[in-house]
């Protein structure tokens, strides 16, 4: 049984497409944490957490951290280079052919390394301080991924660590 050198070629230029359209999205950033809210365990301290203590939002603040990139390696550049190739390798016959590989050389390279610098990127992350000032007069504050529905001046409870609205 004979198998065609274009068929493994274009065989071979789909299944590398379609491993690098797979790298393109970015990995979601799911949400821990739901209402009511659980404190950091630094922030809870034990000879306060045994009781239930009451107050008023405060303060809402965002808070924001950045990871820095790692960059490119190169290993997206070789790979997209590899695959435009084979991919360019498929249009033309004689110079034609050379120069379409050429130009699938290049292109690929640069959307490979391009892929590869939008997944080692920076990212930016959100999360939310809520600072509650208590009945007898003390703040406290929980460091959160979402305040949820609660605003400025709302009543809340505080047990064990946990705010929760009143």
Known sequence: MKI????????????????????????PIYQTSRYPYQAPPQAIQYHEAAYVEYGHVANIEVLRSETAGTGTSG????????????????FGRGSG?????????????????????????????????????????????????????LRIGDRVRIDNGHISRM
């Open 4 to 27: 065609s050198m274009r068929f493994v070629s274009v065989t071979a230029s789909v299944l590398a497409l379609a491993t690098l359209t797979a790298c393109v999205a970015p990995a």
């Open 75 to 90: 290993g997206g550049a070789v790979a997209g280079g590899v695959i435009g190739g084979v991919v360019g390798n498929q």
């Open 97 to 149: 052919r050379a120069a379409a590989t050429a130009l699938g050389i290049v292109g690929g390279a640069l959307l490979g390394n391009t892929i590869e610098a939008q997944q080692n990127g920076p990212r930016v992350y959100e999360s939310y301080r809520v600072s509650v000032q208590t009945d007898r007069g003390g703040y406290r504050a929980f460091d959160v991924q979402s305040p949820g529905d």
